[in-house]
């Protein structure tokens, strides 16, 4: 039986995911959630998002789409489409989580099982990476958990199909 795939990121009402190769925010309890969901399990991701999280292996099995020839620190599984990363993740260990970025989560959308979405209750100008409208294949939502910070009203929501 193939492992179900999630799906996890942080998006505002406008969908935006990133801005200038960061993050538009910084949510301490979300970094929290998404650390805490993903340890022990098998992450995939696009080589950007590696970049900006090169100690994700702490704990996880990590899978990078890319094309780029250059090295990746031992223990990383390099390939080069989705579809084979997703067929690499099922011999690796836990569940399979998609993080990004916009590609991933694009072609993720249609094969995934369950989302784990932040929604961020702000909507952010100048971003330049994105999450698609998710809407019509994820209806149904599970769990809510409504929140803030100092900064930022977000909301946890764990939604399938
Ligand atoms: N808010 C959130 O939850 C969240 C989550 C993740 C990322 N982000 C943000 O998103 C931004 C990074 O995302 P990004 O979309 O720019 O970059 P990315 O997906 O991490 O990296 C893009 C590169 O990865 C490779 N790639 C990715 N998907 C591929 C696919 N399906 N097939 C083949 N190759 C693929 C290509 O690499 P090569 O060019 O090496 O071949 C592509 O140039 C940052 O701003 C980051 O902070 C936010």
Same mark, same amino acid.
């Given at each position: 039986? =193939?492992? =179900? &795939?999630?799906? @996890?990121?942080?998006?505002?009402?406008?969908?935006?995911i990133g @801005?200038?190769?960061?993050?538009?925010?910084?949510?301490?309890?979300?970094? /929290?959630?998404?650390? /805490?969901?993903?340890?022990?399990?098998?992450?995939?991701m696009g080589?950007h998002c590696?970049?900006?999280?090169?100690? *994700? *292996?702490?704990?996880?099995?990590?899978?990078?789409?890319?094309?780029?020839?250059?090295?990746?620190?031992?223990? &990383?599984?390099?390939?080069?489409?989705?579809?084979? *990363? $997703? *067929?690499?993740?099922?011999?690796?260990?836990?569940? $399979?989580?998609?993080?990004g970025g916009q590609r991933v989560y694009?072609?993720?959308?249609?094969?995934?099982? +369950?989302?784990?979405?932040?929604?961020?209750?702000?909507?952010?100008?100048?971003?330049?990476t994105?999450? =698609?409208?998710?809407?019509?294949?994820?209806? +149904?939502? $599970?769990? +809510?958990?409504?929140?803030?910070?100092?900064?930022?009203?977000?909301?946890?929501?764990?939604?399938? +199909?």
């Amino acid at each position: 039986m =193939p492992k =179900p &795939i999630n799906l @996890i990121v942080a998006c505002s009402e406008n969908r935006v995911i990133g @801005i200038g190769g960061g993050m538009p925010w910084s949510i301490p309890e979300d970094t /929290a959630f998404f650390q /805490a969901q993903t340890r022990g399990h098998t992450v995939i991701m696009g080589s950007h998002c590696f970049t900006e999280w090169p100690s *994700a *292996a702490e704990g996880r099995d990590v899978i990078i789409i890319t094309h780029d020839p250059r090295t990746l620190p031992p223990g &990383i599984h390099r390939v080069s489409s989705l579809h084979e *990363a $997703i *067929a690499r993740a099922q011999t690796l260990r836990g569940e $399979i989580y998609l993080c990004g970025g916009q590609r991933v989560y694009e072609e993720g959308l249609v094969i995934g099982d +369950r989302l784990y979405l932040t929604l961020v209750h702000a909507k952010i100008e100048g971003g330049d990476t994105f999450f =698609p409208d998710w809407r019509a294949h994820f209806a +149904r939502e $599970i769990e +809510r958990k409504d929140t803030h910070d100092d900064h930022w009203r977000y909301s946890f929501l764990t939604l399938v +199909r």
